[in-house]
Nanobody, 124 residues
Framework: QVQLVESGGGLVQAGGSLRLSCVAS????????ISWFRQAPGKEREGVSS????????GYEFSVKDRFTISRDSAKNTVYLQMDGLKPEDTGVYYC?????????????????WGQGTQVTVSS
């Protein structure tokens, strides 16, 4: 089974950028849908972005569209989330998740594997 490890989080000022990485080990990500979720204190986990390894189709939550870009490197078994124009409301723990049968990527229950998360804090 695939294991996921996120990195790249940190503290950044509003308007700044971060690039998150989700590195997979134990198995290839091919065939999976990989998504980024985030969870702010006191709030539910929400889907941020998703990419399918089958056709490279991508999805974005409305508030991050045009600011965040998801991509993948098959050779490195890694998925990235480039985050530009960060806002304080983007603060939270960011998780990557992988699933083989993901039909609605925002549904957290359909994923098979989750990483441990990486903290993103955006100051105003």
């Amino acid at each position: 089974q695939v294991q996921l490890v996120e990195s790249g989080g940190g503290l950044v000022q509003a308007g700044g950028s971060l690039r998150l990485s989700c590195v997979a080990s134990g198995s290839s990500l091919e065939g999976n849908t990989i998504s980024w979720f985030r969870q702010a204190p006191g709030k539910e986990r929400e889907g941020v972005s998703s990419i399918s390894t089958k056709d490279d189709s991508k999805g974005y939550e409305f508030s991050v569209k045009d600011r965040f870009t998801i991509s993948r490197d098959s050779a490195k078994n890694t998925v990235y989330l480039q985050m530009d124009g960060l806002k304080p409301e983007d603060t939270g723990v960011y998780y990557c998740a992988a699933g083989l049968r993901v039909y609605r990527w925002r549904n957290a229950k359909v994923y098979d594997t989750w990483g441990q998360g990486t903290q993103v804090t955006v100051s105003s």
